[in-house]
Structures are given as structure tokens and as C-alpha cells.
């Protein structure tokens, strides 16, 4: 969708697990345009909290590692600094 208000491309979070990483999200894509509403859903265990948590950089640093891209609006919130994304939360971008 080339005008997607939120773009996931080829998302992976995995977390560390006996001192190895394990994916637990493999290889997410979608696009949410402007006023679309989405609905995740799924069986208990199968990523979406982890999903969304990653898509907010939520998840506890250090034990997980996001991979891919998550465009919001054009930038790329893989790369800002948790101060900018502190910003973003709540503002541009939230959950419930």
C-alpha cells in the first residue's frame, strides 16, 4: 500500500533464549492506510501482543531483538532513539 499510515515489513522479534536468540515473531508484513481500523487476532501464544509490543518498542531491551522495518508516516522507528520514541508513544502511534 503506497500510502500506508503504518508499514511492517518483514518483522522478527526473538528473545534470548539458554543463551541463543529464538525468533517468536517470523517474518510479519502489512500495511495500515489512513482510517483503516485492524483487529489482530489469533490463537493464545501465537505473537500478536509481541507484535504490537515490537511495533512500540516495548519489549524489554537486552533479552529481545527487532528486526525488519516499521514505517510510521515514513520513519523508520527502528532507528530513533527511545527518547523520540518516548514522543511518538501516545501521540502518534498507541495500543489498547
Known sequence: MSNAVLSVSNLVTSFRLGGRWSPVVNDVSFDIGTRETVAVVGESGSGKSV?????????????????????LEGKELLSLSEAEMRRIRGNEIAMI
Open 51 to 71: 507484535t504490537a509490543l515490537s511495533i512500540m518498542r516495548l519489549n524489554a531491551p537486552g533479552s529481545s531483538k527487532v528486526e525488519g522495518s516499521i514505517r
